[in-house]
């Protein structure tokens, strides 16, 4: 088979890419190794759940992204702005008062921070409020060491700024560049964190309605690239195209391996207990094994009929460790009420590649030196986020246009 170019992943970065080479009534193939569209971005549907595969958010500063898909068909439910800390003793809530001022009072007396923290809080939002990762010439490091230079406390960064930002890197020594810190903290300043009415999965589908259904070729993995551009799938058959875009980890298949991913441990449980205060994300940096709780359904129902869907970060900890279901439990009571048994576990997903590490320099570095007709994509090309790969994949279609 011959076609004009050949998408390598239909995860979002390879969707955006066919979506603009349809516009253009250029000819293309779309090939998934997979059964599903979406790659790291999906969820699944089990027994009236929704099941993220890992817990992700989206986040509505998305412009590229929210161009692809219809804001009316993917219904996006809010979080509340700030978080619930449990400080090893009992939970404290911080919040936007700018965007929930019904938590005004709250906030200013929780002792989570210092009246000094929250006066540097809106002084970065003012500093970041346009940020352009692509535009930041200042000196990178680590963000553990930007929070310090900006002269947070001790206090703010540990029970606040560790596990919220460790919850969105994977990471909990925040050694991930502050170029991608400060982006990260844009976004949530200017936009709002929220879900899919129908989950995570409902973004590839939404941005696949602008695909033709025959340009998409599932389960079909790719097993080689030959010299001369031909490429070898699994089921035998072969493509050739005079440009081959490569998504996720398909670059390998030409000899460059540059990303390296931070894993997580994403645990689900239901319980009969309805948790207070759960539209908005529960920290808990104290816990040396819990990292972060959201509470699915009560920021979209569809995504359980139980009064609780949890989804639990784990951070940290090697997958291959056993899962103790019997401490969480424990846990989970010991932090929202009951006993063990008002507690289900029901779903867990290890997550090797989750999400990439971008130490300090990562955005200086992430260029590749290619053969002519290959092209490059994925969010490690431009920043790891949905929004990156969208980017992405819109990047890799001008260069086939142009």
Known sequence: ??????????????????????????????????KRIGGRVGSIYEKDNIYDIGFQVFN????NTMQLIDSDDIKLKMFKPGSVIHDGKMFQLISDPLRDPKQLFTSLFSSIS??????????????????????????????IDFLKKQNFSDKFIELF??????GIFLEKDL??????????????????????????????????KNIS??????????????????????????????NIVLTGGSHKKIGLNKVSYNSVRNIYFESDIKIENGKYIHLFPKDSTINNVAVLNQVSHNYSKSNSLLSISVIGHELKDKLDIKQFKRRLANYFGGNDSNYEWV???????????????????????????????GDHSVYGSIEGAVLSGINASKKILN
Do not use: H, W
Request: charge should be positive; include cysteine.
């Open 213 to 242: 259904s025959d340009r998409l070729l599932l389960n079909q993995s790719l097993e080689r690239i030959e010299d001369n551009g031909l490429l070898i799938f699994n089921n035998g058959q072969t493509i050739k195209g005079n």
């Open 60 to 63: 509505t500063a998305y412009k």
């Open 347 to 377: 779903k867990s997903f290890d997550i090797k590649n989750a999400t990439i590490k971008q130490n300090t320099n990562f955005f200086e570095s992430n260029t590749y030196s290619l053969s002519k007709g290959f092209i490059i994509a």
């Open 175 to 208: 050694q991930t560049s502050s170029k991608f810190f400060k982006y990260v903290f844009s976004n949530f300043s200017n936009g709002l964190a929220c879900l899919p009415s129908e989950g995570m999965q409902k973004i590839p589908d939404l941005i696949f």
């Open 1 to 34: 088979m011959k076609v004009e170019t050949v998408i390598i992943g239909a995860g979002l970065s390879g969707l955006s890419c066919a979506v603009q080479l349809e516009k253009e009534k250029k000819d293309y193939l779309l090939v998934e190794k997979a």
């Open 161 to 166: 700024f560790t596990p919220f930002f460790a």
């Open 114 to 143: 210092t009246f000094k923290d929250k006066l540097k809080v809106l002084s970065l939002i003012a500093q970041l409020s346009n940020y352009d990762i692509q535009s930041d010439n200042s000196t990178d490091m680590r963000t």
